[in-house]
Structures are given as structure tokens and as C-alpha cells.
């Protein structure tokens, strides 16, 4: 006997299980959910006012991409790194992105160029606009931007989820509000670099840019006390009026 083909899930409820998984991410983002910090179902679900079965999808999915880290039979954490770790995942990315700029600056083609001016963009709105949590999220995907110009689908999963880990770190790391550091200043230069095809200055720009970011989080101590699960959350919304 053929089983019942399982019911489609509505688009409501889909763009609310995003809506959670969003926030629970824009909050590790914006360095508010610290390393070791215990992620209970209970408490999220209260705080982002859903239920606690669309809290658990998004914790799994979050594990699943590597935000998070699952523990048996303790629970869901945000991951430590140490200054070591992030030292060895800096190193390789070293490695990866200043072959990637070298290689871009020999390929780039119209379409590229316009994708990645178009993204720097976006990276200036969100200074404009104080949104940390954007900027930090746009900031990954600049580098991830960068392996997909150049074709290869390996190099874009590798990069990913070194950057999954990485980009954690630095949010905790970073000060609440910068311009110049680490952020579109320095993008803004590779891409003139890479669309000069200037294979030398782009790779050294990025050599530059990552070293900075291993000294930056390499001194960054955490604080005393733990945030309060309110105050983690505080301005995200996971964009529902009453639990679902």
C-alpha cells in the first residue's frame, strides 16, 4: 500500500522557520551570543515568541552548516575557538584567497566585475545604516563571492565553511561600530586591485587583510559575564506576532 504523500509545508510557515533560524544567526553575528553559550529550546522560545519545534529546526539547521555545535546528551552550543584554531583556519584561508584574487585578476569578465562593485555597495549601506549584524554577514560573503567568480564549485565549499567559523569569531572580536578596518574600505581595495588586474597589489591587499583580522581577534578577550538571552536578542525579531 502506497503512503500518503506528506503534506507540503505552507509558505507562512516556511518563511517564519527562516525568520528563526535568521535570527538566532544575526545574533551570533553581532557577537552578542558568546562561545560556550548553552542554547536551550525553551528559553529561545520564548524570547523569539514561536514554538519550540521551529526553534529545534533551526538549531538543527544551524549545526548542520556548522554555526553551531551539537554536543550528545548536553545540548546545542555556539563553538570556542581557540587563538590557536583560528591561527590554522586563517592560514589556510591565506593560502586559498590570495590564489583566488591572483586568478580572478586574470578572468574577471564584465558580469564579475558588476556583481562584485554591486556587493561593496552593499557593504557601504549597511556602515551607513549602523547594521552590524548585516555588515558582518556581508563581509562573509564577500570572500565567498570571490571563490565563486572563479568557477569552482570545491573551492566555494571549502571556503565556506572556513568562513562559517571564522566569520563567529570575528563578530565577537570586532569593536561595536568601524569604518576603515576589516571592512568595506579594505574590500573596496581588493576589488579595484583585481579590476585593474593587478594581480601583485590584490594579493598582497588580501594577505593584508587577513593578517589584520588574526591580530585583531587573536587580542580579544571575552567578557566577564555572559549577555542576558534578552539583551542577545534585543531589535531581532524573528518576525512573528503570536507563536506558531
Not at 195 to 201: F, I, S
Not at 204 to 212: A, F, Q, V
Amino acid at each position: 500500500m502506497a503512503s500518503k504523500p506528506r503534506p507540503r509545508p505552507r509558505k507562512g510557515d516556511v518563511a517564519v522557520d527562516k525568520a528563526v533560524y535568521d535570527a538566532i544567526r544575526r545574533a551570533m553575528l553581532m557577537g552578542r551570543l558568546l562561545p560556550g553559550t548553552k542554547l536551550r529550546e525553551p528559553a529561545l522560545s520564548r524570547v523569539l515568541n514561536v514554538s519550540r519545534e521551529r526553534v529545534r529546526k533551526a538549531l538543527h539547521r544551524l549545526v548542520h552548516e556548522g554555526w553551531l555545535e551539537a554536543v550528545p546528551n548536553r545540548g546545542t552550543f555556539v563553538p570556542a575557538l581557540t587563538i590557536a584554531e583560528v591561527r590554522e583556519i586563517y592560514d589556510v584561508r591565506t593560502m586559498l584567497e590570495t590564489a583566488i584574487v591572483t586568478r580572478l585578476c586574470m578572468e574577471c569578465r564584465t558580469a564579475s566585475a558588476q556583481r562584485l562593485r554591486a556587493h561593496v555597495s552593499e557593504e557601504r549601506q549597511a556602515v551607513k545604516a549602523d547594521d552590524r549584524g548585516r555588515l558582518f554577514g556581508l563581509s562573509g560573503e564577500f570572500h565567498i563571492l570571490l571563490a565563486e567568480l572563479c568557477g569552482n564549485d570545491q573551492l566555494s565549499r571549502l571556503l565556506r565553511g572556513l568562513l562559517t567559523r571564522s566569520t563567529m569569531h570575528f563578530s565577537l572580536s570586532a569593536p561595536e561600530r568601524f569604518h576603515n578596518c576589516a571592512g568595506p574600505h579594505d574590500h573596496a581595495e581588493i576589488v579595484k586591485a583585481i579590476l585593474a588586474r593587478d594581480a601583485k597589489k590584490a594579493a598582497k591587499l588580501m594577505l593584508d587583510h587577513l593578517l589584520g583580522l588574526v591580530e585583531w581577534q587573536s587580542a580579544w578577550r571575552p567578557p566577564p559575564n555572559p549577555v542576558a538571552l534578552e539583551e542577545a536578542f534585543r531589535g531581532i525579531s524573528a518576525n512573528r506576532p503570536t507563536r506558531g
